[in-house]
C-alpha cells in the first residue's frame, strides 16, 4: 500500500455517492448517514436497481452520468465522493463489453473531470477484485500486477487507471478499494450466492456450476466500513490502493453446504451450464487483507453468520433482489 506524505482527509463532510441505489451504494449511504454525514445521491436509470436510495440522503439525480449537467449537480456543497455507478456482472460482461468500457472507464472519467472542475478533492472508486485475474500467489497483495481476464475486470482496470492519472496530475486525493466477493442483504440474485438464497426462498433444490472456485466472500456491511474509512486515509500523489478482503478462501461447494445448512434445502450435485468462457475463468481468488488491517479495518462477518443473519432476519421470504451497484449509471 502506498501511503506518502498525509494529505487532509474528508473524513467529516458532506459526501456525494454515485450508483447510490445499488447493493453497496445502499450500504455505504446507509452507514454515512448513521454515522451523521451528510449524502448527496446519483441513483441509476429507472430499472437499472431494485433498490431505492436509503432515506435521508439527498437525491440529486437519476440516469446515466453521461446526462448534462447531472454531476455537477451532484457535486454541489460536498467534499468528497465515493464513486460506484456501473454494472457489476462479471458473466454479463462478456455480452456487452464495450458498454462495460464506457460505464466504468469512461465514467471514472467523467467524475473525475467534474470533480477537478469543481474542487471536489476526495475520490474513493470502488474497483474490484477482478483486476487481479489469475494472481500468482493468494492471498493476494495490492502489489500484485493486474491481469484482467473479463471485460468487466478490464473496464475496472481503466477506471483505476483515469483516476491514478488524476491524482498524479494532482487535481485529486484518490483512494481505489477492491472488494472482492461482496454478499449480504440486496444481493443479485444472479451471484452465485443471491442464486442459492433465491432458490432457498423458493423451495427449489441447491445448485451451483462449479463447486471447485475459491473465493474471498466479504459482507456488504464491511465493506461499506472500509468505504467510510477511506475518506479519510491520507494520500498523497499516487492512488491508496485497498483490498476489502477477509483473507479468507472458502469453495463454491464450501458455500453450497453452507447454505444448504442454514435453509435446510436439499442440494442438488447435478452442476449447471457455464455462464463465461473457460479461459476466463478464475480458480482461487482471495484477498490479503493486511493494508486496510493497518489502518484500523477488519472484515467482522464469517459467512457461516452472515448467510444465517440474513435468512433468520428474513425468515427465508424475502427476495435477493438487488444490483451489485448502481447498475448502467456511470
Known sequence: M???????????GPVAVTGADGFIGRAVVGRLLAAGRAVTAAAGPPGSATGSVPAGAEL????????????ETLLEDTRAVVHLAGPASVARSFDDPAA????????????????????????????SAEVYGRPAANPVVETAPTAPRSPYGAAKVGAEAVAAAAARRGELDVVVVR??????????????LGGLLDAAR????????DPRPV????????????LELALSVPTGGDPVVLNAATGVGTSVGELLEVVAAVTGMPVERTPRG???PAAADLPELVGDPAAAAALGWTAGTSVADGVGNWWSATDGAAPVGGAADGRRSG
Request: aromatic letters at 6%; hydrophobic letters at 40%.
Open 274 to 276: 457455464a455462464d463465461r
Open 2 to 12: 502506498n501511503v506518502p506524505t498525509p494529505a487532509p482527509g474528508d473524513g467529516d
Open 179 to 192: 472488494p472482492f466477493s461482496v454478499y449480504g442483504d440486496g444481493m443479485a440474485p444472479w451471484s452465485v
Open 60 to 71: 440529486r439525480g437519476c440516469g446515466d452520468l453521461e446526462e448534462p449537467g447531472l454531476l
Open 202 to 209: 423458493r423451495g427449489d433444490r441447491l445448485r451451483v456450476r
Open 100 to 127: 462495460y468500457v464506457r460505464v466504468h472507464a469512461g465514467g471514472t472519467a467523467r467524475v473525475c473531470a467534474a470533480m477537478a472542475a469543481t474542487g471536489v478533492r476526495r475520490l474513493v472508486l470502488v474497483s
Open 215 to 226: 473465493r474471498d466472500f466479504v459482507h456488504v456491511s464491511d465493506v461499506a466500513g472500509l
